[in-house]
């Protein structure tokens, strides 16, 4: 078994991963709010 070194490994590909998915995170969590402020607006 190789032994493990600490910060050798290339992360960029989880890097860009993680940032697509706190960005999805943050545009739908403004999505949802607008729907929730529009549905107490209108009280559908």
């Given amino acids: 078994m190789a032994?493990?070194?600490h910060g050798e490994m290339d992360i960029t590909?989880?890097?860009k991963t993680f940032e697509g998915f706190i960005n999805f995170t943050i545009k739908?969590?403004?999505v949802i709010l607008a729907l929730v402020i529009l549905l107490a607006i209108f009280n559908a």
């Fill in 3 to 5: 032994e493990h070194k």
């Fill in 28 to 30: 739908a969590v403004i």
């Fill in 13 to 15: 590909t989880q890097e």
